[in-house]
């Protein structure tokens, strides 16, 4: 990867964020991490070359005075990693159309304001937009479906925006990871020990035997900043879950 690279990681402040700008600033790039929680994304200002900010991705505003704040400071961004997002579990009988509005909100809108936010910066450098799907966004599950919903916007926006913004020359790819080892499910309200016992639960019925763990996703999503003839493509990340 080009060592100067400038660039944006939602959700930086845990999880698959988190790992991603650290494997990005490992590489030499220049990383601001946005997240909705400030002690989350606090690593990233200690490491003392990272940029962090305090981001709630559904607020326009917030979006585009870190956009800016992050322009000023190395000038136009080359990728851009939407990883903030949220998990719900609930069936159809139970779950409350708030927590869907908040699901979509978070996950779908969120990842469209800051993609159009930095839009003309990746036109300006022909860069590249990695988005987070997820299996279930490939393969229907129980209990979790709107949840699954959301992420299967997400791998169609990607094609959808690969397609239209290629003659841009900007490309556009989705991991589609399986169940990871990171506080998303804890943070969706379960206690620990059920959110252990999910993790647990469906790691038996992975392929490969195991849960993933972040830094093994980040891997792939730092590949898509790094391959410059591939776009649209919606890649699972999942110990063979998807085609089991
Ligand atoms: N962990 C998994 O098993 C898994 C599997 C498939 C897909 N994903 C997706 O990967 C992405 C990252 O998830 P994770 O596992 O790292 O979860 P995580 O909970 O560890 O990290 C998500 C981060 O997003 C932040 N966030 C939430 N709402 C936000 C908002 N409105 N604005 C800004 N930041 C916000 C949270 O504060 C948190 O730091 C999510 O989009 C998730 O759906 C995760």
Wanted: proline fraction near 6%; include cysteine.
């Amino acid at each position: 990867m080009r060592p100067d690279l400038v660039g944006v990681v939602t959700g930086a402040g845990s999880g698959l964020g988190r790992a991603t700008a650290e494997l990005l600033l490992e590489r030499g790039a220049r990383v601001a991490g946005w997240d909705v929680s400030e002690d989350g994304v606090k690593w990233l200002s200690d490491t003392g070359s990272g940029l962090a900010a305090v981001v709630d991705v559904t607020d326009p505003d917030q979006v585009a005075a870190a956009a800016q704040e992050v322009r000023e400071a190395w000038g136009p961004v080359d990728f851009l990693v939407n990883s903030a997002g949220v998990f719900v579990l609930g069936s159809l009988a139970e779950i409350e159309p708030a927590e869907v509005r908040r699901l979509f909100d978070i996950n779908v809108i969120g990842t469209t304001l800051v993609t159009q936010a930095l839009l003309p910066d990746l036109i300006a450098t022909g860069g590249a937009v990695i988005n987070l799907s997820s299996t279930v966004a490939l393969k229907p599950s129980v209990s979790n479906a709107h949840y699954a919903a959301s992420k299967a916007a997400i791998a169609q926006l990607t094609r959808c925006w690969a397609l239209e913004l290629a003659p841009r020359g900007v490309r556009v790819n989705a991991v589609a990871p399986g169940p990871t080892n990171t506080p998303l499910f804890a943070a969706a309200g379960m206690d620990p020990a059920a959110a252990e016992e999910f993790l647990a639960q469906r790691a038996s019925t992975i392929p490969l035997g195991r849960t993933g763990e972040p830094a093994e996703v980040a891997r792939w999503i730092t590949r898509f900043i790094d391959d410059e003839w591939v776009t649209g493509h919606v890649l699972p990340v999942d110990g063979g879950t998807s085609i089991s």
